[in-house]
């Protein structure tokens, strides 16, 4: 603002000024009309002073200085307890004589430009308004004096920092513990609910006259999901103490709970020692930084023998020795951990602090080891590993990769910090997992629900926290397989977030793309389109800003948009979250590139380039023996798209062999309760039976339904599909009653749940085993019975009806009744519409057809029978169609001059089948039947049967 | 110092144009106010200077309420204001000076203490140097703000000591807030 431009700017101000509102803006419209620079510079100036009433509204001081007896609000002021940037703190009390109680009342300085001061103190009365816990000194009331000075009254905390209590009174070991382990709690509930301290030190960790705890000052705490503003430090001035600050802290870098666990550490150091852990030279203030950015501390035990060889009192070296040694092994290695430099190398939370220390105290082992974070892992049951693993690994990858910004920029590190708390919180549980047995999968469940019931107490008036909380158990549940549990979780979180403006953007993609993966594992593909889609610009806006996120999120709808057909949009996603994925650099992110190029292959595979999708399956699978391991999840993952690719391109042969394979590898990682154990179970026996080698089948079969029977029982809806396959495979075995008790317990549990689809297809197998027996009768009973249901239910041309149409006109057939062929006609026709003419089942009917058509003599018939049987030179496959049709031609010409050649090729073809079929099955013994009655038609004296 | 006669006595003259007795006025007024704002100081940790009060302390100190006019008075505030300006910002100078040059042992035991205090002393230089440049342009305007904001006279009392109309104090008033607003933005721009 220079001279020149005031004398342009004066004399309109004052025209401006004069004029109301209304008037003003068209005047302003007026002279931008003319010159619309001047019409900006004239509204800049206007909105600035409008916006700033504060600006010099007050004389220079406060109109009255504020004394002993001075009011504030309700309170009367008593003697000035300090002095902080934001203002004073009083003792004082309640003027109206209403409670006998003393407070502390933080007073807010007036000055010229407060705004950042008012910014922070209203920050520091919503922290405080959050934290209620019986060792946090809480806040009591807050509200604007008379003269407008904003206040808050805390509880007035009488007391002696901790560590001198601890001096004075000579406390005992184990009661210091105790005392300590309560300052822990107190922070663990800051931490739950996303709050920060920062500033942990004895003098804000007093101890009243009763021995009570009580944690002060949360004046420089951090919000992890609030708004923080910038805090400008000037002129090298510190907003915490040295002494007692973390390497992070010192640095400038975002503080997390584990800076809190870090200055628990010193004072956790000052408890066992009496002492701080570095030595210095000179106790100067870049000594101190050095020497905590730098310097190992000195071990505990070893601080006191050193301290012992000072002494020349014998008594006086032989107490410190006493207690050196008692601070040897577990309590050394405790606090060598809370000190690491390295964050992550901490304890992750300090309720895992407090609990090492309670084991310590109860004789257990402790999980200190001054070792590398993986080390932990071993120490868990080992089939939980990997889904907690997983989540470990993806919540540390978003937490540490949050992209190309300036990465002190606030929603950098609030990002960071969510990521942080939570993967606190999931190692923490698993290291309470560690201690059960192997195998219990259920403790785990127990332990997540304990931790959601925990979640639901502590943080009732912390939505945002909560939603938090949600998302990592559900994500933990998926881990372990609990899909629908996972999804009910999901539910609640959506409920929790639709209620809250402004969340933030890393917590909004991440509950989309974790409940767009469960719907999918579910089957609803359209529902999770629908759920991630309305976030795709807020993917995209994110991309520079949390590019892991972003990539998930892209990665979980491109999955869906795969399963639902639209492969080119699905590309897109899959490329870009590619590329996100490569620009990291974070451990873990190398893992999820792979998973992207899978994704990538999955594509290649689905659009029919089967040799390049297999490429980059072989390319996927290596770098993840670099990356990871023979022994990682994902490589389950790549087996199982290996396997669906080869069997797409008729190898089931090698598909079985990568199958068995994946089958091992999945069994190990997972477990055999584990669905994707299930899965790939299922889809070994899929293929076993595809190579007719049902006796093979059966056992993967078997074993899959034992499982689920175990996890849900034999009646749940669960086992439907699964009673369903082994009554198929029983059937083809010829093992009839058990073919029949499968197929009665799949129609028991669909006619319990009223599912009719589910209901008809249980019908059908269980008529199909009767008809095979040569029940046709009860057969023709039961496929009436489906058919009228299942008519009411979705109308007459509906292709499942046509299934039963098919059926029964063989069973007609066999009965001799009239009307199969027509019966047969209708069959194939609505078999074609609902589901295709290439459809395998459109594919029997049209055999059957046929076959009954040539029967009743029909040359078309007999014509259409002969195109099927030709089809089985043209493939390896095996083409029981083909070869049945086959056996109908052959036995048509079993008589007369033709019929000794016709019996010897059917006994050609019959033993061909064999070797197919080798443990024999439906089709193999529909043929034997065919041989058999051509031979018999060579015998006069055995009756003819009708074909 | 000198008796109530006095002070009235280079008042007239100093109204009247008088560049000398001015200087004695604003001497005399700075000494004093000086001097009360240091007696009220040294009382307690926190500095809260009341200019106010302090204004009308010397007022009734060096002019006694006896044989003043209300044109006296207004005259008096106008350079008791200006006295009080001086008074602040040397003291906010000398304060951080203390603060910055001293002990940085201290600056870290009381970490929020010298930062909060310390950003109000710069504001206050720094508001200081624009009221300044604002005296360069308009000199009218800032002399309102001097008598609001350091003498603490209300928008009505300056209206009354300029003869002008309480509606055109406001309006001054917003234009200086303009001014200095824009010029502190300036300011930390750069």
Redesign the interface.
């Known amino acids: ?3 020149a431009r ?2 342009r700017l ?1 004399p309109h ?2 025209a401006l ?2 004029l109301p509102a209304p008037a003003r803006t068209r005047r302003l419209d007026e002279i931008a009309g003319d010159d619309a620079e001047l019409a900006a510079e004239l509204a800049r ?2 909105a ?2 409008s916006g ?1 009433d504060d ?2 509204a007050q ?9 002993e007896g001075s009011e504030v609000g309700p309170y009367r002021l008593e003697a ?1 307890l300090g ?6 703190v009083w003792r004082a009390s309640r003027a109206d004589g209403l409670y006998q109680r003393r407070v502390a009342l933080k007073l807010l ?1 007036p ?3 407060d705004r950042s ?1 008012r910014l922070r103190f209203a920050r520091e009365r919503e922290i405080l308004a959050r934290l209620a816990h019986p060792h946090i000194a809480g806040l009591l009331d807050a509200g604007l004096s008379a003269e407008g000075v904003p206040y808050l009254a805390l509880e007035y905390v009488e007391g002696e920092p901790i560590t001198r209590y601890w001096q004075r009174l000579d406390v005992p070991l184990p009661a210091r513990l105790r005392m300590f382990r309560q300052v822990c709690e107190a922070v663990t509930h800051a931490h739950a609910n996303l709050v920060v301290h920062c500033d942990l030190k004895p003098s804000n960790i007093l101890v009243t006259a009763d021995g009570q705890v009580r944690l002060l000052d949360f ?2 705490a951090k919000l992890l999901d609030g708004a923080t503003p910038r805090d400008a ?10 002494h007692y600050a973390a390497p992070e802290q010192i640095r400038g870098g975002p503080v997390t709970t584990m800076t809190d666990v870090y200055s628990l550490g010193v004072v956790l150091y000052e408890l066992l020692t009496g002492l701080k852990p570095y030595r210095l030279k000179r106790q100067s ?1 870049a000594e101190w930084e050095e020497a905590i950015l730098a310097h190992d501390p000195v071990r505990p035990s070893q601080m006191l023998m050193r301290q012992s060889e000072l002494k020349a009192d014998r008594l006086e070296r032989q107490g410190l020795r006493r207690r050196a040694r008692r601070l040897q092994g577990d309590l050394d290695n405790i606090v060598l951990r809370t000190l690491c430099k390295a964050p992550e190398q901490r304890y992750p939370s300090v309720e895992a602090l407090s609990q090492d220390l309670q084991r310590h105290l109860d004789g257990q082992p402790v999980h200190a080891r001054p070792l590398s974070p993986l080390y932990r892992l071993q120490k868990y049951v080992r089939r939980q590993r990997w889904a907690i693993a997983a989540t470990l690994a993806a919540l540390t990858v978003l937490g540490l990769a949050v992209g190309a910004v300036v990465w002190q920029s606030r929603e950098a590190v609030e990002e960071a910090q969510r990521a942080q708390a939570m993967r606190g919180f999931v190692v923490g549980l698993f290291e309470q997992a560690g201690d059960t047995p192997d195998g219990r999968a259920l403790d785990l469940r127990a332990l997540l629900d304990g931790a959601m019931a925990r979640g639901d107490r502590e943080l009732a008036r912390q939505p945002r926290a909560q939603a938090e909380l949600l998302g990592v158990i559900a994500r933990l549940r998926m881990g372990l397989g609990d899909d629908r549990e996972a999804k009910a979780l999901l539910d609640r979180q959506s409920a929790l977030m639709a209620g809250q403006a402004s969340l933030p953007a890393g917590l909004q993609l991440d509950a989309a793309a974790l409940r767009g993966e469960v719907l999918r594992r579910l089957g609803d593909t359209p529902g999770c389109i629908r759920t991630m889609s309305p976030l795709a610009p807020l993917a995209s806006r994110e991309r520079g800003h949390l590019p892991m996120a972003v990539a998930e999120f892209q990665s979980q709808l491109g999955r869906c948009l795969r399963a639902d057909g639209d492969l080119a949009y699905a590309r897109r996603l899959f490329e870009q979250a590619l590329a996100l994925r490569r620009e990291v650099r974070a451990p873990g992110a190398s893992i999820a590139e792979i998973e992207s190029r899978l994704d990538l292959a999955a594509l290649l595979a689905d659009a029919g380039q089967a040799g390049a999708a297999l490429d980059g399956y072989r390319a996927a699978r290596a770098r993840l023996d670099v990356e990871a391991g023979p022994r990682h999840p994902l490589h389950v993952d790549i087996g199982r798209q290996v396997a669906a690719l080869h069997r797409r391109l008729g190898h089931p042969g090698r598909a079985e062999q990568v199958l068995i394979d994946t089958l091992v590898a999945a069994q190990e990682m997972h477990g055999a309760q584990h669905p994707v154990t299930l899965d790939v179970r299922r889809e070994l026996a899929g293929v076993l039976i595809e190579q007719s080698r049902f006796r093979d089948a059966a056992v993967p079969l078997r074993r899959r339904h034992a499982a689920l029977s175990a996890r849900h029982g034999p009646m749940h809806p669960a086992l439907f599909e699964s009673h369903l396959s082994l009554a198929h495979v029983e059937w083809q075995l010829a093992r009839m009653p058990a073919a029949t008790g499968a197929a009665q317990a799949a129609v028991a549990i669909a006619r319990r749940d009223g599912d009719g689809s589910r209901m008809a297809a249980a019908m059908l197998m269980h008529a199909r085993i009767l008809h095979d027996a040569g029940r046709d009768i009860d057969a023709r009973v039961m496929l009436h019975d489906a058919r009228a249901a299942r008519v009411a239910q979705v109308g007459a041309a509906h292709p499942q009806i046509a299934e039963i149409d098919h059926a029964l006109g063989e069973v007609d057939a066999a009965l001799g009744h009239p009307g199969a062929v027509a019966r047969l006609q209708r069959a194939v026709h609505f078999l074609e519409t609902g589901y295709g003419r290439r459809d395998p089942r459109t594919d029997a009917a049209r055999l059957a057809l046929a076959h009954q058509q040539a029967a009743h003599g029909d040359a078309g018939g007999r014509r259409a029978l002969a195109a099927i049987a030709a089809r089985a030179g043209r493939t390896f496959e095996p083409q029981p169609l083909s070869w049945r049709a086959a056996a109908y031609l052959l036995a048509m010409r079993c008589h007369g001059g033709e019929r000794a050649r016709s019996l010897r090729r059917l006994a050609r073809l019959h033993a061909a089948v064999q070797r197919a079929q080798p443990d024999g099955g439906a089709t193999e013994r529909e043929i034997a039947r065919v041989l058999d009655q051509c031979r018999r038609a060579h015998d006069p004296f055995m009756p003819t049967g009708t074909l | 110092m000198n008796d109530s006669a006095d002070i009235t006595h280079w008042l007239d003259a100093a109204r009247g144009g008088d560049r000398e007795a001015l200087d004695r006025v604003l001497a005399a007024l700075y000494d004093e106010l000086h001097s009360m704002a240091r007696r009220q100081l040294a009382g ?3 500095q ?5 009060a302090l204004v009308h302390e010397a007022y009734l100190k060096l002019v006694g309420s006896a044989n003043a006019q209300f044109g006296d008075r207004a005259h008096f505030f106008a350079y008791a204001a200006t006295a ?1 300006r001086s008074v ?1 910002v040397d003291h906010v100078r000398q304060r951080l000076a203390v603060k ?1 040059g001293g002990d ?2 201290r ?2 035991d ?11 002393d710069e ?2 230089l720094a ?1 200081d140097r624009a009221l300044d ?1 604002l005296a ?3 000199p009218r305007l800032a002399q309102v ?1 001097e008598l ?5 006279l209300s928008e009505l009392e300056i209206a009354a000591l300029q003869d002008r109309s309480e509606r055109s104090i406001r ?1 001054d008033w ?2 200086a ?10 300011d930390q721009a750069a």
Do not use: N
């Open positions: 603002m220079d001279a005031w004398q004066s101000l004052d000024l004069e100036m206007l600035l002073e700033r600006f010099l004389p220079l001081v406060v109109p009255r200085a504020l004394r000035l002095e902080g940037g934001m203002g004073q300085r000055g010229l430009a001061l004046g420089i430090t000037r002129t090298g001035a510190r907003a915490f103490t040295l203030d | 307690q940790q926190e809260t200077l009341d200019a106010t009080m602040v910055r940085l042992e600056v870290t009381l970490p929020e203490e010298a930062e909060g205090a310390i950003r109000l504001d206050l508001l440049r360069a342009v308009d703000v609001r904001y350091f003498g603490g309006r917003q234009k807030r303009m001014f200095l607003l824009a010029s502190l933005d300036d």
